[in-house]
């Protein structure tokens, strides 16, 4: 985790910095905010004081109305000229949130290695930073709508202070005592705040992602076939209940402020009145003087009010935007612009790939899943990595994909280490059909070509579907290769069998035309007979090109150049198909007994007919 410390006036300068770059007239927009903050609630104390002193002192209806006319243009022309900054600021602050900030979020997503987005600990680091910049009134907001209001709340105080110690400095004490223990409480309740954070995040993803599968459509079937409506229910009414007991902790903490403000507030009072009556009954105060000096007390305590209330706002925000910071600043360890150009030839013919003493284990493992593993890919060759399932086979691929790093040993493309290479550069080079096959809502044809349907070259998605034998399926479509997957954003949207999936994602390795093809258990949904008919097609597609294909079952081995049998994260044999029969030791087994069932199968098939 990086361990940078974010502090809070760096995280406004940082903020701000982004905001005057993206609009630098919001300099004056802020700084105006501040002026008229102030001088609207200055305004409001200094009034009532001028009318009374208008009717006491001078006595004359038309010196009142002057000075109410006066006050009300004032008055009206900061309201306006408040207004129409809040309205401007507003709307960069939420801009600049959503185009800069949260824009940024979803770059470094998109271009951070994948083992920064896919373990646990980074997906609550990401789901905190996304809050900072996703929410209307939250992190980011949070910090721009309060910070000036903080200047402006803090100037009110030094001037109302300096005011009122002119009537009496006991009114001061009592006020700053009133402001000191409230702002204690105030820290204690930002203290369980920041405890309970982590958890009530927690609990808020685990809450979001039941309800996304309840409105699952690929959930439905099992959700109603295996009744687990009251497993959802329960689910949620356990997160719920939680997060009502964290809520009210801070709820309590948050009461424990507002009666100690209830306490002062009467004290303050008694004292102030108190204090004020007497200068008026001695004659050392006029009337106009005790309605301002009434003014100031009341506007005195509303200003230290008003900065606790800002300050918890800001520091709320700024525990946001800390996370925030920690994500965009968690440092990728593979190379991109920095990492070396990959050569042109490799682009046409794959060079070679090697394992070399290869370990790797998970953060949070205690031992190695993939133990000094050793291989090469000649450039045009077939290899099948074969083995149990939970052997280590996927990882493996990834690795090979520059989404995990060793822990020991090194992968050389080219007698490059793939630490070295431009990793954006490298992926070009591959291929890959994972086992979870995910579509967009977009067209076929922008699913098999990975690109906005402007940007495709439709001539040949039509020639790449009809290598992968899928063509005449949807050139019976009435929008044929534009019509749209799924139903998420078009309700026309079509959904495909999981054979014609995996004929898409032949079409897509096609359309990309890389020189390395790598196939994680592609089949593994499928029938037997399907399964040997896809990898004919994965056959014929791969001619000329390197490939490794990942699998628990061996119908991808025949017409591999070697075969890699994987078992308990070591590479215990390697050898053709024939010789590792020949050799009669574990491939062989699993070989035989996938054989004797398949037969089986057949011979079931046939006795059911």
Same mark, same amino acid.
């Given at each position: 985790?990086?361990g940078?410390k974010?502090?809070?006036?760096?995280?406004v300068r940082y903020?701000?910095?982004i905001?005057?770059?993206?609009?630098?007239?919001?300099?004056?927009?802020?700084?105006?905010?501040i002026f008229?903050?102030?001088a609207?609630r200055?305004?409001?104390t200094?009034?009532?004081a001028a009318a009374?002193?208008?009717i006491?002192?001078?006595?004359?209806?038309?010196h009142?109305?002057?000075?109410?006319a006066?006050m009300?243009?004032?008055y009206l022309v900061?309201?306006?000229?408040?207004?129409?900054i809040?309205?401007?600021?507003d709307y960069?602050y939420e801009?600049t949130?959503n185009?800069?900030?949260?824009?940024q979020l979803?770059q470094?997503s998109?271009?951070?290695d994948?083992?920064?987005?896919?373990s646990?600990?980074q997906?609550r680091?990401?789901?905190?930073?996304t809050?900072?910049v996703n929410?209307y009134?939250?992190?980011?907001?949070?910090?721009?709508?309060n910070?000036?209001l903080?200047?402006?709340?803090?100037?009110?105080i030094?001037?109302?202070?300096?005011t009122?110690s002119f009537?009496d400095?006991?009114?001061?004490?009592i006020?700053v005592?009133?402001?000191?223990?409230?702002?204690l409480?105030?820290?204690?309740?930002?203290?369980?705040?920041?405890?309970?954070?982590d958890?009530?995040?927690?609990i808020w993803?685990?809450y979001?992602?039941?309800?996304?599968?309840?409105?699952s459509?690929?959930?439905?079937?099992?959700?109603?076939?295996?009744?687990?409506?009251?497993w959802f229910?329960?689910g949620?009414d356990?997160?719920?209940g939680?997060n009502?007991v964290?809520?009210a902790?801070q709820?309590?903490?948050?009461?424990?402020v507002?009666?100690s403000?209830a306490?002062f507030?009467?004290?303050?009072?008694?004292?102030a009145?108190?204090?004020l009556?007497a200068g008026?009954?001695d004659g050392?105060?006029?009337?106009?003087?005790?309605?301002?000096?009434?003014?100031?007390?009341?506007?005195?305590?509303e200003?230290f009010?008003?900065?606790?209330?800002?300050?918890?706002y800001?520091?709320e925000?700024?525990?946001?935007?800390?996370?925030?910071?920690?994500?965009?600043?968690?440092p990728?360890?593979?190379?991109?612009?920095?990492?070396?150009?990959?050569?042109?030839?490799?682009y046409?013919? *794959? /060079?070679?790939?090697?394992f070399? %003493?290869v !370990?790797? +284990?998970y953060? &949070?493992?205690?031992?190695?899943i @993939?133990?000094?593993?050793?291989?090469?890919?000649?450039?045009?060759?077939?290899?099948?990595?074969?083995?149990h399932n939970?052997?280590?086979?996927?990882t493996?691929?990834?690795?090979?994909c520059?989404?995990?790093h060793?822990?020991?040993?090194?992968?050389?493309?080219g007698?490059?280490?793939?630490?070295?290479?431009?990793?954006?550069?490298y992926?070009?080079?591959?291929?890959?059909i994972f086992?979870?096959?995910?579509? *967009? /809502?977009v067209?076929?044809?922008? %699913?098999v !070509?990975g +690109?906005m349907e &402007?940007?495709t070259?439709?001539? @040949?998605?039509r020639?790449?579907?009809?290598?992968?034998?899928l063509?005449?399926?949807?050139e019976?479509?009435?929008?044929?290769?534009?019509t749209?997957?799924?139903?998420?954003?078009d309700p026309d949207g079509?959904q495909?069998?999981?054979?014609?999936?995996?004929?898409?994602?032949?079409?897509r390795?096609?359309?990309?035309d890389a020189?390395?093809l790598v196939?994680d258990?592609p089949?593994?949904?499928?029938?037997p007979i399907?399964?040997?008919d896809?990898?004919?097609?994965?056959?014929a597609?791969?001619?000329?090109?390197s490939?490794?294909f990942?699998?628990?079952?061996?119908a991808?081995t025949k017409?591999c150049?070697?075969?890699?049998?994987l078992?308990?994260?070591?590479i215990?044999?390697?050898?053709?198909?024939?010789?590792?029969?020949?050799?009669n030791g574990k491939?062989?087994?699993v070989?035989k007994v996938q054989s004797?069932?398949?037969q089986?199968g057949?011979?079931d098939?046939?006795?059911e007919?």
């Amino acid at each position: 985790m990086n361990g940078t410390k974010y502090t809070l006036f760096g995280n406004v300068r940082y903020i701000y910095k982004i905001l005057y770059g993206v609009k630098p007239v919001m300099r004056l927009a802020v700084y105006g905010s501040i002026f008229f903050y102030l001088a609207l609630r200055v305004i409001g104390t200094v009034t009532l004081a001028a009318a009374v002193g208008s009717i006491t002192e001078k006595g004359r209806t038309s010196h009142y109305l002057m000075v109410m006319a006066v006050m009300l243009a004032v008055y009206l022309v900061c309201q306006i000229g408040s207004q129409y900054i809040k309205v401007w600021s507003d709307y960069y602050y939420e801009t600049t949130q959503n185009k800069e900030f949260l824009m940024q979020l979803v770059q470094k997503s998109l271009h951070a290695d994948y083992v920064n987005v896919e373990s646990p600990a980074q997906q609550r680091l990401m789901t905190r930073a996304t809050h900072a910049v996703n929410l209307y009134r939250q992190g980011v907001n949070l910090m721009y709508t309060n910070y000036p209001l903080i200047v402006a709340t803090a100037a009110g105080i030094v001037l109302y202070s300096l005011t009122i110690s002119f009537f009496d400095w006991r009114i001061l004490v009592i006020i700053v005592m009133m402001s000191v223990v409230s702002s204690l409480l105030e820290a204690r309740s930002r203290k369980y705040r920041a405890q309970t954070m982590d958890e009530q995040y927690r609990i808020w993803g685990r809450y979001f992602y039941l309800k996304q599968q309840t409105i699952s459509v690929e959930n439905g079937k099992d959700i109603r076939i295996y009744n687990m409506a009251d497993w959802f229910r329960s689910g949620f009414d356990r997160l719920e209940g939680r997060n009502i007991v964290l809520t009210a902790g801070q709820c309590r903490r948050k009461y424990a402020v507002s009666v100690s403000d209830a306490l002062f507030v009467a004290a303050r009072d008694l004292l102030a009145y108190a204090i004020l009556t007497a200068g008026v009954l001695d004659g050392s105060l006029s009337i106009a003087e005790f309605t301002l000096g009434l003014g100031v007390v009341a506007g005195l305590a509303e200003w230290f009010a008003n900065l606790r209330y800002h300050i918890s706002y800001l520091l709320e925000g700024n525990l946001m935007v800390c996370e925030y910071r920690k994500m965009m600043d968690y440092p990728n360890q593979f190379l991109r612009e920095e990492g070396m150009g990959i050569p042109r030839e490799w682009y046409e013919k *794959m /060079p070679v790939v090697e394992f070399k %003493n290869v !370990s790797f +284990r998970y953060e &949070e493992g205690e031992e190695d899943i @993939l133990k000094d593993i050793s291989f090469c890919i000649q450039p045009g060759e077939k290899i099948a990595l074969v083995g149990h399932n939970g052997a280590g086979k996927t990882t493996l691929v990834k690795m090979l994909c520059g989404f995990y790093h060793p822990t020991g040993g090194e992968i050389l493309i080219g007698g490059h280490s793939i630490e070295t290479l431009n990793l954006d550069e490298y992926h070009d080079l591959l291929a890959v059909i994972f086992q979870d096959i995910n579509m *967009m /809502p977009v067209s076929i044809a922008s %699913n098999v !070509s990975g +690109r906005m349907e &402007e940007d495709t070259d439709m001539d @040949l998605v039509r020639t790449c579907l009809r290598r992968a034998g899928l063509w005449k399926d949807i050139e019976a479509l009435e929008r044929r290769e534009l019509t749209s997957m799924t139903q998420t954003f078009d309700p026309d949207g079509i959904q495909l069998s999981g054979g014609m999936m995996q004929k898409l994602m032949l079409a897509r390795c096609l359309y990309k035309d890389a020189p390395l093809l790598v196939l994680d258990e592609p089949t593994a949904a499928l029938d037997p007979i399907a399964e040997n008919d896809m990898y004919e097609e994965y056959k014929a597609a791969t001619r000329k090109k390197s490939a490794l294909f990942i699998s628990h079952r061996l119908a991808s081995t025949k017409f591999c150049d070697k075969i890699l049998f994987l078992e308990n994260g070591r590479i215990q044999e390697t050898g053709t198909h024939d010789e590792l029969l020949a050799k009669n030791g574990k491939y062989a087994e699993v070989f035989k007994v996938q054989s004797q069932y398949y037969q089986e199968g057949d011979a079931d098939s046939h006795e059911e007919e």
